[in-house]
């Protein structure tokens, strides 16, 4: 089965960094599916091994002692929330950055990763304030799931995120039959094993 691909691509870091160690950074991943309860006021605590890499990838973290959350929507139609650490989305906007400006995605990235993005601050109890429309926007109610995806994590409600995300994955596996080695695909050519 070969995987959808993008309409767009953006280009890799180049050749000679690597992807996040440079400039003597250490790259932290969001993993992990944590479920967190969301109040009226639409406070919800992040994750706290997420917080670890929040707080990692901010640089003015250690002198604020709060970690910035950068939050954006990406897709209309997806129905969740896109996070980044100040260091993820820094890199995420230096690779749209390289695209040239008659790139015919340019436009559409710059204004999904720089337009409508909102930096959250972190409070002292681990916790964000989701704003009302990007809550409304996923349909999220009393409880949030956050989907750890490496350099960035999702937020979804937790019944959507079994429907369109855990199910597929796991019904993909069960096709595949039981001597299957998800790790297999990593070296795989494009378009699948």
Same mark, same amino acid.
Request: aromatic share 6%; hydrophobic share 35%; net charge neutral.
């Given at each position: 089965m070969a995987a959808a691909q993008p309409p767009f691509s953006i280009p890799e870091p180049a050749n000679g960094t690597d992807g996040g160690k440079e400039r003597g950074r250490v790259t932290r991943r969001f993993v992990g599916t944590n479920t967190g309860k969301v109040d009226p006021?639409?406070?919800?605590?992040?994750?706290?091994?997420?917080?670890?890499?929040?707080?990692?990838?901010?640089? @003015?973290?250690?002198?604020?002692?709060?970690?910035?959350?950068?939050?954006?929507?990406?897709?209309?139609?997806?129905?969740?929330?896109?996070g980044f650490s100040v260091q993820s989305l820094d890199d995420l906007h230096n690779r749209i950055d390289t695209l040239p400006s008659n790139h015919p995605h340019k436009h559409m990235l710059v204004d999904l990763y720089?337009?409508?993005?909102?930096?959250?601050?972190?409070?002292?109890?681990?916790?964000?304030?989701?704003?009302? @429309?990007?809550?409304?926007?996923?349909g999220l109610g009393d409880d949030a799931l956050f989907a750890g995806k490496g350099n960035r994590f999702e937020i979804w409600p937790p019944t959507l995120y079994r429907l369109r995300r855990a199910d597929k994955t796991d019904a993909f596996l069960a096709a595949q039959g039981e001597d299957f080695d998800p790790l297999d695909v990593i070296d795989a050519p494009a378009g699948g094993l």
């Open positions: 006021k639409g406070r919800v605590s992040i994750p706290s091994k997420f917080r670890k890499v929040l707080e990692a990838g901010d640089p @003015d973290f250690p002198s604020t002692g709060k970690a910035i959350l950068c939050i954006a929507h990406g897709h209309p139609d997806r129905p969740y929330l896109e720089y337009s409508r993005v909102d930096d959250l601050s972190v409070d002292d109890a681990g916790r964000i304030v989701l704003p009302q @429309d990007k809550r409304d926007m996923i």
